[in-house]
């Protein structure tokens, strides 16, 4: 199957290049680019940087805001790959801008499991659950099983960081059996997600002392990486697969893959190709061959000089290996020279097990040359360190202890909210419509019945049943699109209107022209309860009253929704809930419990200061006469609802 697609995938590349090479029309170019960028981001980073550059001076002077939205997602994959985490974290927030403002459901649900990716290798574990939260929610809108797996993939790395490796295998597993059960055919990036989740599986596998599963899973990525032309980071794999053959004693194996990244031209990551060559000195001094061996270590030792300040660790197990050989050879003086220099970067690292090490290493030299007294003192050297890596090693078990809890935590916390507003919103929806609203709108239809107005009769039983049907239909929902909550709302104002209040109470709802209605969803039926108390407390005994809904965008997550009445004013209304035994019967149950609802829905999104339902008086300012009262009530915005047919991938 590799074969196959790689074959295909090798043939397309070509014709794109070859339209590439014959085309002189920029916006053609654009496009082909886009194409080649795609590809070439997982398969040869040199090329996409070089392509990224015409992309990037061509919409310059042609705005393609799609185009620059993948441009910036290239380059944040780009450096995201090459350790470039703060390049790559400036690239993510530019494309996130841009998708908030018109990217689809699927490009932004994406970019969240890449970002969440981001905030795993720089070990801001805590945001990259927070992300991956946020694709959940936006896969629940739109589902993608791509994309759903991917998730699982990134959530599996989340778990191996928090040191829970079965939940890791579990995820990791099921991530791989729904990618490679796509009904559609994989993409080149489904194949770079196959690659992370066998590399993870290796790594798990190696720490829990299973050899040959690891070498199995590493040499999974290695065949796909090779047949798929997936060779960003080829050049760690076959360090990986080297290492795990070490580990188990095979030599001649681990040599041949230590090789193999040496040689590899096509992976621009120096860094493997040093490890590779230090670890393949370390086999030849296993074979004795010295001369062979320092060779290679100082070949290790000057690609790492070019980042000194990023490989203490390296420059100390480089020079550890040559103490062992100039050991070997007799040269007391050169052995602990190159012993004293490991020591010396080992401390530069704090490397306490590094450090209790190679002193172990100097008091048994010592002992061995009859310098008792600095093999006592680098003996000390060694308890003392030695100590100080254990009390370590217990304090970052602790620390991974602590965070996969906070982690468990958190997701519980979320199942826990999600089913409180559930039950809230069962419980509002029970409180939803008061009595007196339907007894009279009822009372109002049989009247038409009985003076044989049978026209509005069926008219308005009519309209009210469809309101009973449409408050049914949505007690089984959680969320809404604001149209069909604005929908329901004028239902039920229009029998207030014309049953109950006989036309002495009018409306007007208002949208402001920058809320798509159709397309943000909201709480379901989360305005209805303060309408009706602004009826019940404000308007009931008017008989000219009016009630004005309002809709504004308050921000990218949030619609304000105002609602102003025209009735007596709330200190009135009290006074007429003491005295008449009609007004004490109606209780605002809705209200109450919708304002937990919202507390509950914008848990997270908001600090606890946030006030999310605001009550003023409206007064006369000379007179201080009541005019109404207004009400300002912030709404979540839960969920984009996109149709299928305008959703688009990003070409990967």
Not at 356 to 384: N, R, S, V
Not at 414 to 439: C, G, I, S
Not at 488 to 503: A, D, G, M, P, S
Not at 595 to 608: A, T
């Amino acid at each position: 199957m590799f074969i196959e697609a790689s074959e295909q995938r090798v043939v397309n590349l070509q014709q794109l290049e070859n339209k590439l090479s014959m085309q002189p029309d920029p916006k053609q170019r654009l496009i082909l680019l886009d194409k080649l960028i795609a590809h070439y981001v997982f398969s040869n980073i040199e090329q996409a940087e070089k392509l990224l550059k015409e992309l990037y001076e061509i919409l310059q002077s042609i705005e393609t805001p799609d185009l620059l939205l993948n441009y910036h997602l290239y380059e944040a994959t780009i450096k995201n790959q090459m350790y470039d985490y703060e390049q790559a974290e400036f690239h993510y927030q530019s494309a996130m801008a841009i998708l908030e403002e018109r990217g689809s459901l699927n490009q932004q649900t994406e970019a969240y499991i890449d970002y969440a990716g981001l905030c795993i290798n720089t070990g801001d574990l805590s945001r990259a659950h927070d992300y991956l939260i946020k694709a959940g929610k936006l896969l629940k809108t739109f589902p993608s099983e791509r994309l759903k797996a991917r998730l699982i993939c990134r959530d599996g790395f989340l778990q191996l960081h928090y040191v829970n490796y079965s939940k890791a295998i579990e995820l990791l597993l099921l991530a791989d059996k729904m990618i490679t059960t796509l009904q559609s055919p994989l993409e080149l990036k489904d194949y770079y997600f196959l690659t992370l989740i066998h590399s993870g599986l290796g790594q798990i596998y190696e720490v829990n002392d299973e050899a040959e599963k690891s070498i199995r899973a590493r040499r999974k990525v290695v065949d796909m990486c090779e047949q798929m032309g997936i060779r960003t980071r080829l050049s760690w794999h076959y360090l990986s697969v080297g290492s795990s053959y070490m580990a188990q004693g095979e030599q001649e194996n681990a040599e041949d893959f230590f090789r193999l990244a040496i040689e590899n031209a096509d992976d621009t990551s120096e860094d493997a190709r040093a490890s590779a060559y230090a670890n393949l000195g370390f086999c030849y001094i296993e074979r004795d061959q010295y001369e062979e061996a320092l060779d290679l270590l100082d070949r290790a030792d000057q690609i790492y000089s070019k980042k000194p300040e990023q490989n203490y660790n390296n420059f100390s197990n480089v020079a550890l290996w040559r103490g062992e050989v100039f050991q070997k050879l007799n040269d007391t003086e050169r052995a602990l020279e190159q012993l004293e220099i490991a020591l010396h970067y080992a401390e530069k690292q704090g490397d306490f097990k590094q450090i209790a090490g190679i002193c172990k290493e100097l008091a048994t030299f010592h002992a061995e040359l009859a310098h008792y007294e600095p093999a006592y003192l680098y003996q000390c050297k060694h308890d003392e360190y030695q100590e100080r890596y254990n009390n370590d090693v217990d304090q970052r078990k602790q620390r991974e202890v602590e965070a996969k809890y906070e982690a468990e935590k958190k997701s519980q916390e979320t199942e826990l909210l999600e089913l409180k507003a559930t039950r809230l919103q069962l419980k509002a929806l029970r409180a939803q419509m008061n009595p007196h609203f339907m007894y009279n709108a009822l009372n109002s239809i049989q009247n038409y019945i009985t003076s044989h107005d049978v026209d509005s009769a069926t008219k308005y039983l009519a309209k009210f049943a469809q309101l009973m049907r449409r408050s049914l239909e949505y007690s089984e929902l959680e969320v809404i699109s604001l149209e069909e909550e604005i929908e329901f709302l004028e239902q039920y104002l229009v029998i207030n209107e014309k049953l109950r209040f006989e036309n002495k109470l009018s409306y007007e709802i208002i949208i402001d022209e920058e809320i798509e209605e159709d397309i943000f969803c909201v709480p379901t039926m989360i305005i209805q309860p303060y309408v009706e108390n602004a009826i019940e407390h404000g308007l009931r005994t008017r008989d000219n009253g009016l009630i004005k809904v309002f809709f504004f965008l308050f921000d990218e997550q949030t619609i304000l929704c105002r609602i102003e009445d025209n009735g007596i004013g709330r200190d009135k209304a009290l006074q007429l809930q003491m005295n008449d035994p009609q007004y004490q019967n109606h209780r605002s149950r809705g209200t109450s419990i919708t304002e937990k609802r919202l507390s509950i829905l914008h848990s997270g999104n908001s600090k606890k200061e946030d006030i999310y339902v605001h009550t003023e008086d409206l007064k006369d300012p000379v007179t201080g006469h009541p005019l109404g009262t207004r009400v300002e009530i912030k709404i979540p915005v839960l969920e984009i609802k996109v149709s299928p047919s305008s959703q688009t991938t990003s070409p990967l």
